[in-house]
């Protein structure tokens, strides 16, 4: 299978220029604007406002005696501008980040699927976007009525019996899980000690069982990249509490012998908790609750669609068969005698409260908005979508790139910079080259367990146009990386800022700005005081 880089029939062949950052012509899919941006410190100049009231014709509001000690005189240097200069200066900073809308990520692990205006809209409707926490029962039946619904779509998408939306993200929900099954277990007369975690596993797992109290004890993967029966068989003792499993793995591989599994599990008393981050793979095809899993997560801003990225809030439901009801956090929704939705508080062997109010409610009308939108049949083709998009990169890079396992991809697909490493062009050399075609990276050196990983998951979302002019960069970077690898090795080109010291970034972030020290005699202007 593995051709020779040379022979391989490039799309882009235009003549190498040495004087040209890029070699050929190929498509890119964005563009990298490059202005210079001060910071707005910098761009402040004293007595500029955004802004001109009228005179106060009403009684001001003595503030010392308001506000007493607290009152603040001295703001600091806190940036003047006119109105138009800051909405250019965020403005323009907001056209260098990489965007959904610009772009696809082809981010492994990450499901950076495209969350359609629909969802935006429906999520902003007034009654909904305004409506209030604390708002009581009796008028809040509409948002109970979508967090019902919501609930019970999910329940039969994952084949479980009860579940919670309280969670904000896929490593919350991993923790709220992790602390039912010790709940369940404590139930029992005995927490128990320890949670397997196979070494394929996202970190989020291995942080997960650590932070509940329990020993992380590593399972080693077999040939395929699978669960290996026999060290599984070895590890599971009257100590387990559970094995954290992701399927399809991080490899983007069904475990085709979940059953199995969790009859080892269930022998000794342990139980299956399954990381449900990958349930792009699954939706509509298979379901955790048939197959053994006791526990599982969602991620909402994964499969379900909701934004992902930027920082905004997530969601990680939490579902579980019966035993595991009576751990669920409070409240749960319920449906009342008069057939009214309520909140249950009442649920003493709950492991109590991991969110405020009930969850990240405007995620759930964007979750609800697209599962009802796709409908059964529609989320079954949307995972047919995802699997056909991965295996389509994986058919047309194969050979181009090292694939280390060879079983049939889900919704991901992992290669290596085996091939490419010979000449000293590593993944993440190859991630930061397709910046300069217009993409974000794939997901750089994850898995771990494959060395030098290019883990690569389209979702659904993407058109057969999109993942072309993905594969045509990925090919072209793979013939730079064979006939000039020094060009792979300095990307980033077209950037405003190239190579940046990553671990200087993570050890020494510099987070507060400083004014540059007044030249001697003179004195300082109050907008470059220190502050
Ligand atoms: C994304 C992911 C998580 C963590 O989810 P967050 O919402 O980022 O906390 C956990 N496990 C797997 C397999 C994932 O892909």
Redesign the pocket.
Known sequence: MATAVADLPFTNSAQQDETKPFVGTPRKATTHTSQNEGLIFEKSSPGKKAYRLSELDVPTVNASALLGDSLREDLGAMPEMSEIEIVRHFTRLSTWNYAIDLGMFPLG???MKYNGRVNEAVSRLEGIAEAHPYQPESLSQGALGIMKLLQDCLLEITGMDAITLQPA????G?FTGILMVRAYHESKGNARKKVLVPDS??G??PATAAVVGYQVQNLKSNADGAIDLDELRKAVDEDTAALML?NPS?IGVFESQIHEIADILHAKGALLYM?G??MNALVGKTRPGDFGADVMHL?L??TFSTPHGGGGP?S?PVACKAILEPFLPTPVVVERADGTLGFNYDRPQSVGRVRMFYGNFGMFVRALAYTLANGPDGLRQTTEDAVLNANYIRAKLDGYFDLPYKTASMHEVVFSDKLQAKNGVKTGDMGKRLIDYGFHAYTVSFPMIVSGAMMIEPTESESREELDLLIEALQQIAREAAENPELVKTAPHSTRIRRLDETAAARKPVLRWKAPAAPDGVEPDTAAKEW
């Open positions: 692990s990450c499901t993200a896929g490593a919350h991993e596993a996202h989020t797992n992701t991080t990381d981050a990958n991620n801003h994964k997530g990680g």
